[in-house]
C-alpha cells in the first residue's frame, strides 16, 4: 500500500453521509451495474476509473489478511476457518466481477480500436494501461499484415484505415442495436420518428441511442 | 478474442445466478460467530437465533456448514405462489408481480435449504414449474406485437429476460433492416413520383385517391 | 478470373470459424493473390497512361474493374488475417499450452505475432495482478466443497494446510485446489 492508496482511502471515507460499510456496498453495486453495462450495450463506455482503484484496494488488503490468516490457520481452528472460507468466497466473486468487466471492455477496444483512435471523446473512455494495450495491439496487428502481404501491395492500397470507396474500413459501435431496459423514471424518448412513452419500472426493448443519455443520467438501467 | 463470443450482447444463466445471488435473504444463526470484514459490506457478529440480513451466497454458505437457519422469503409459499398463477390466467396480458431474481433464488433455496421451508418444497416446485411455463407462453404471444420501435414486457425477471433475449434482438434487428430500407425506397419512390406527377395531369391523381 | 484466389481464402476463413484448431496458413494462395493485386496494378498503369484526352468510356470502365479488384482483393486478405488473429488472441487468452500441430499450422509470422501478444496480455495483466485476468469467465460457485477421497492420494499442500489424502475421508477444501485430483479420479465432489 503506498501513499497514494492512503490518500484515496481518505477521502473516500470523508464523503459525507456515508459511513464506510455503507461505501463498500454501494461500490460493489455499482460495479456490478457497471459491469451489466458494459456487457450489453453496444459501445464502449468510460472506464470506472475512482471506483476500480477503491475495489482494488480492498482486494488488495484482503488478500493480505488471507495471507496472515492461512499461517494461524494450521492450529486447525474452525471458526477462523470458516471465517476464511467466508472472505475467500467474496474475494473469488468480487475478482470475477473485475475480470469480466475488463475483459469485456478488451474485447470492445479490440473491435473498434481504430474508431476510438479516430476519436478524442472515444480515447478518453479508456484507462492508461487500455490505451497503452491498444496502441501496441494495433501495431502488432499492423506489423502482422504488413510482414504478410501489405508491404507487397502497392503503395497507395497499404493502409488499413480507407474510409473511402464505399465500404469503411473502420469498424463503428452499432448505435441502434436493442437493449433492455427498465425506466427508473418517466420519460418520452424519441425512436425513428416516433415518441415512445418511459413509465417508472417499464421493461423496454429499443435501440440503444433512443435511451443512452438516460443510461448515463440513470434514469433507466440497462438489464 | 479477450471475450469469447458467446459472452457478448447476452449473459450467462450463472451469471444471472451470481447476480441473484447478491440479494438479501435473512438468516438464524445457530451459533455465534465474530463479524468479518469483507470488500462489498460486512458480515456482521452473528448471535445465535438473532436474525441478520445477508447476501444470498453467504446464507447458502452458512447453511451448508450448517451454521443457520433460512428464513424462506415469504412470496415463496403455496399460497402466494398460487394466488400469482391465478392471476397470470385471469390477466393474459399482463406478468403477476414477481421478484426480480424469483427464479434463481426459490431454485438456490430449494436446493440448499428445503428443511427450512415451510409448505412442502415438492408443491413449491411444482408451481414454480407451472408459472415459469404460463409466463414463456405469454412473453411468446408478447413476441407478435414485435415491431422495430420498441416492446414493452413489463413484469418479466430477469431470467426470463435473458432467455428471450437473443430472439428479440434477432428479430427486431431484422425489422429494423426492413423498416430502413422500405423508408430508403418509399423516399426515392415519393422522390420519382413528385417528377412524374409535374408531367401528368392533375385530375388523373385525383381519381385515383376517390376510388381508394 | 480476378476475384476467384480471393474467393478461396475466404471460403477458408469461414471454414476455420467452425474449426477449434487453426487450420494451415495458406501460404500459396495469400501469395497469389498478392500478384494479382500487383498484375492490376500494371494494367491500371497502363490504363492511365494510354487513357486519351477525350471521354474515353471503355477505358474508364475499364480502370474501375480494376481498382475494385484490387481493394476487393486486398479487403479479402484482411479479413483473412484480421480473423486469424483473432483466433491466435484468443488462444493467448485461454492461457492453455498450444499444441505442436497447432503451432505448425501457422505461419512464422503469426507465431512472431502469438508471441508479442502474449507478451503484451502479460503486461497488461500487470497492474491487475489480484485479479487473475486469464480467470474463468464463469461466475464462480461454491468456491469451497466437500470432498471424498476414493483412492489413496498422498498429501497435498495447500494454503489451508496438509491434507492427507487416504482412501474414504472426507475433506472441505477450496476447489481450486483440488480440480486436478476430481479429474484424475482421486477425489469426487460431494
Known amino acids: 500500500m503506498d501513499f497514494d492508496d492512503i490518500l484515496k482511502e481518505f477521502e473516500a471515507s470523508k464523503r459525507p453521509g456515508h459511513n464506510e460499510d455503507e461505501l463498500r456496498a454501494e461500490d460493489l453495486q455499482r460495479l456490478s451495474t457497471a459491469w451489466i453495462n458494459e456487457r450489453m450495450v453496444p459501445e464502449l463506455l468510460p472506464y470506472e476509473n475512482e471506483l476500480i482503484d477503491r475495489v482494488l484496494i480492498r482486494i488488495r488488503k484482503q488478500v493480505e489478511q488471507i495471507e496472515l490468516n492461512s499461517i494461524e490457520l494450521q492450529t486447525h481452528e474452525k471458526e477462523i476457518k470458516l471465517r476464511l472460507v467466508v472472505v475467500e468466497s467474496e474475494l473469488d466473486r468480487v475478482q470475477f466481477l473485475i475480470r469480466s468487466y475488463t475483459r469485456t471492455r478488451l474485447q470492445k477496444i479490440d473491435k473498434y480500436s481504430l474508431y476510438i483512435r479516430s476519436n478524442d471523446t472515444e480515447s478518453a473512455k479508456l484507462s492508461n494501461n487500455e490505451l497503452t494495450y491498444m496502441e501496441r495491439h494495433l501495431e502488432l496487428l499492423l506489423e502482422l499484415y504488413n510482414s504478410q502481404f501489405l508491404k507487397n501491395l502497392p503503395e497507395s492500397l497499404q493502409a488499413i484505415d480507407e474510409t473511402g470507396g464505399g465500404v469503411s474500413m473502420i469498424e463503428e459501435p452499432d448505435l441502434d442495436r436493442p437493449v433492455f431496459v427498465k425506466a427508473l423514471a418517466d420519460n418520452v424518448v424519441d425512436v425513428d420518428d416516433e415518441e415512445v412513452e418511459l413509465t417508472t419500472n417499464g421493461i423496454y426493448v429499443l435501440r440503444y441511442r433512443a435511451v443512452m443519455d438516460l443510461v448515463k443520467v440513470g434514469d433507466v438501467r440497462v438489464l | ?212 | 478470373m480476378y476475384g476467384d484466389l480471393a474467393h478461396k481464402l475466404i471460403l477458408d476463413a469461414k471454414r476455420t470459424q467452425s474449426l477449434d484448431k487453426l487450420p494451415l496458413y495458406q501460404d500459396t494462395l495469400v501469395r497469389s493473390i498478392v500478384r494479382e493485386i500487383r498484375s492490376l496494378q500494371k494494367e491500371a498503369d497502363v490504363l492511365t497512361e494510354h487513357a486519351s484526352q477525350d471521354d474515353d468510356r471503355v477505358n474508364q470502365g475499364q480502370l474501375f474493374v480494376c481498382h475494385l479488384c484490387m481493394r476487393r482483393n486486398k479487403r479479402c486478405l484482411l479479413a483473412y488475417q484480421r480473423l486469424r488473429a483473432e483466433r491466435l488472441d484468443e488462444l493467448v487468452w485461454a492461457n492453455n499450452d498450444i499444441s505442436k500441430e497447432q503451432m505448425d499450422n501457422l505461419s512464422p509470422q503469426e507465431q512472431d505475432y502469438l508471441k508479442k501478444y502474449n507478451d503484451l496480455v502479460s503486461e497488461f495483466k500487470g497492474p491487475l495482478e489480484k485479479i487473475d485476468l486469464g480467470g474463468s469467465l464463469e461466475p464462480p460457485v461454491d468456491v469451497f466443497i466437500d470432498v471424498r477421497v476414493l483412492k489413496d492420494a498422498g498429501e497435498i499442500q495447500t494454503e489451508y494446510g496438509v491434507f492427507n489424502l487416504t482412501k474414504d475421508s472426507q475433506f472441505f477444501v477450496r476447489q481450486a485446489d483440488v480440480e486436478r485430483l476430481i479429474q484424475q479420479g482421486y477425489l469426487k465432489k460431494l
Open chain 2, 1 to 212: 478474442m479477450s471475450l469469447p463470443k458467446a459472452y457478448q450482447q447476452n449473459l450467462s444463466p450463472q451469471e444471472i445466478n451470481f447476480l441473484a445471488e447478491q440479494e438479501l435473504v435473512t438468516i438464524i444463526p445457530r451459533y455465534g460467530m465474530n463479524g468479518v470484514q469483507l470488500i462489498g459490506a460486512k458480515l456482521p457478529k452473528l448471535r445465535a437465533l438473532n436474525r441478520e440480513q445477508i447476501p444470498m451466497w453467504l446464507a447458502t454458505l452458512l447453511k451448508k456448514q450448517e451454521k443457520c437457519n433460512i428464513v424462506v422469503p415469504e412470496w415463496i409459499s403455496v399460497e402466494y405462489l398460487r394466488a400469482r398463477y391465478d392471476e397470470e390466467i385471469k390477466y393474459p396480458t399482463k406478468f403477476s408481480n414477481l421478484p426480480w431474481h424469483w427464479l434463481p433464488i426459490a431454485k438456490k433455496l430449494l436446493d440448499y435449504a428445503s428443511d427450512d421451508f415451510i409448505d412442502p418444497p415438492h408443491e413449491i416446485r411444482s408451481l414454480l414449474q407451472d408459472l415459469r411455463e404460463i409466463r414463456l407462453v405469454k412473453a411468446r404471444k408478447g413476441i407478435r406485437e414485435l415491431n422495430h420501435v420498441y416492446i414493452q414486457l413489463d413484469g418479466l425477471s430477469l431470467m426470463e429476460i435473458n432467455e428471450i433475449r437473443p430472439f428479440i434482438f434477432e428479430v427486431m434487428d431484422q425489422l429494423r433492416k426492413m423498416n430502413d430500407s422500405l423508408k430508403v425506397k418509399a423516399e426515392e419512390e415519393s422522390a420519382s413520383q413528385a417528377n412524374a406527377a409535374a408531367d401528368r395531369d392533375d385530375d388523373s391523381d385525383d381519381d385515383i385517391y376517390q376510388k381508394d
